[in-house]
């Protein structure tokens, strides 16, 4: 009842999660992740009853075979998309292949599964700003985690205290907090520009046999860079082979849309709202380790193909009569700032932000509205 009334107000559709990743802050697993078919299949019929409105969901999709029987069926029912997050993890990295493939036939039999896949990884941004790094955990650093950022630097900058923390085991009991504090094979200088691809060499464990010292030290000293503000990547999904191989294939798979351009629900980690002008930058115009996006072919993924999954008929495409919707952009000199962290949310609350250099216009329906 509240999800037809939601959408005979205007919803896109329902969206829920079945990723043990989610969880509240007290541990419990968000609502949705262990729901039955019957409350699945019952909220999206409503779907088909409004006629409108998409089914989306962050899945785990495990079993891939249970999960995607659902799936299917309520597709075939309803006639709605079903919408689901489709990455590459590194304990299973060609489950999205199998996933593509039972997309192709779930759909081959009248069901209409779409996987949204990423323009880059998803990618964690570790700091002394943000909201976790490498010590998060260690205990001398909790006795300066609560300090301003130039008293933190200064106290990590002692030669005393980093050989004290550098000593220490991290506390934590949540596997994937000490899987991301371990692995240094996966962790890079972010840089300026950007450098979202960075080659296996330029990993902190690589650069830390290079010089034949521990990664953790290699770690720490780089934290410390621009007065403690410095940002080191973590590809957490979508990097598996250290390339963006697996991505090109997903992103040009004839079922699939673009998604995952996180903009803010773990704003004080991750900034990835950027895809869009990633796509531009580094799909179109700069990269160097593989297969580019034609101009076309990237445009058309951000509008016409967006626009069909939910539902937007009046545009995505430069037809007379729709929206005409038009951006003017520098190409040549389009440019992704490094990320930064702000502290303007309530309560002096953290958030990260990417500025970006280089689009001009918005034209809608023939009128300039920014």
Same mark, same amino acid.
């Given at each position: 009842e509240i999800v037809r009334e939601a959408l005979a107000a205007g919803a896109l559709g329902f969206s829920t999660s079945r990723t043990l990743l989610h969880r509240a802050i007290d541990g419990e697993p968000v609502p949705g992740t262990f729901a039955g078919e019957e409350e699945l299949l019952g909220i999206g019929r409503a779907l088909g009853q409004v006629g409108h409105g998409v089914f989306e969901m962050a899945s785990d999709l495990a079993p891939e075979g249970s999960e995607f029987a659902w799936m299917e069926k309520l597709g075939t029912l309803t006639g709605r998309p079903i919408t689901f997050a489709c990455l590459q993890n590194d304990l299973d990295p060609n489950q999205w292949q199998r996933l593509l493939r039972l997309v192709? *036939?779930?759909? =081959? @039999?009248? =069901?209409?599964l779409v996987p949204q896949v990423a323009a880059r990884p998803t990618g964690l941004l570790l700091g002394l700003e943000s909201s976790f790094h490498p010590f998060s955990h260690h205990p001398s650093f909790a006795e300066i985690a609560t300090l301003p950022l130039a008293d933190r630097v200064r106290r990590m900058r002692d030669p005393a205290f980093r050989a004290r923390i550098l *000593?220490?085991?991290p506390r934590n009991d949540l596997p994937i907090a000490a899987y991301i504090a371990a692995s240094f094979h996966k962790l890079f200088?972010?840089?300026?520009?950007? /450098?979202?691809?960075? =080659?296996?060499e330029k990993s902190v464990a690589a650069v830390a046999a290079r010089e034949g010292r521990p990664a953790q030290e290699i770690a720490y000293d780089l934290l410390l860079a621009?007065?403690?503000?410095?940002?080191?990547?973590?590809?957490?999904?979508?990097? =598996?082979?250290?390339?963006?191989? %697996? !991505?090109?294939?997903?992103?040009?798979?004839?079922q699939a849309v673009l998604g995952l351009s996180d903009g803010g629900a773990h704003c004080g980690i991750i900034c990835d709202a950027s895809m869009?002008?990633?796509?531009?930058?580094?799909?179109?115009?700069? @990269?160097? #380790?593989?297969? @580019? !996006?034609?101009?076309?072919? %990237?445009? #058309?993924?951000?509008?016409?193909?967006?626009a069909a999954l939910f539902g937007f008929a009046d545009r995505g495409t430069l037809t007379p009569g729709l929206r005409?919707?038009?951006? !003017?952009? /520098? !190409?040549?000199?389009? @440019?992704?700032?490094?990320?930064?962290?702000?502290?303007?949310?309530p309560a002096q609350g953290r958030r990260m932000v990417q500025r970006v250099a280089g689009y001009r216009m918005t034209?809608?329906?023939?009128?300039?509205?920014f």
């Open positions: 192709e *036939a779930a759909n =081959a @039999r009248g =069901a209409r *000593a220490e085991s200088p972010l840089g300026d520009p950007p /450098d979202y691809e960075p =080659a296996p621009r007065e403690g503000k410095e940002l080191l990547y973590f590809p957490l999904l979508g990097y =598996a082979q250290q390339n963006f191989d %697996a !991505l090109h294939t997903m992103l040009t798979h004839p869009p002008t990633f796509l531009l930058t580094h799909w179109v115009r700069d @990269r160097v #380790r593989g297969q @580019r !996006l034609a101009l076309e072919q %990237a445009v #058309r993924l951000q509008t016409h193909n967006t005409a919707d038009v951006n !003017l952009i /520098d !190409l040549e000199n389009l @440019r992704l700032a490094p990320p930064e962290v702000v502290f303007d949310l034209i809608q329906s023939g009128q300039p509205i």
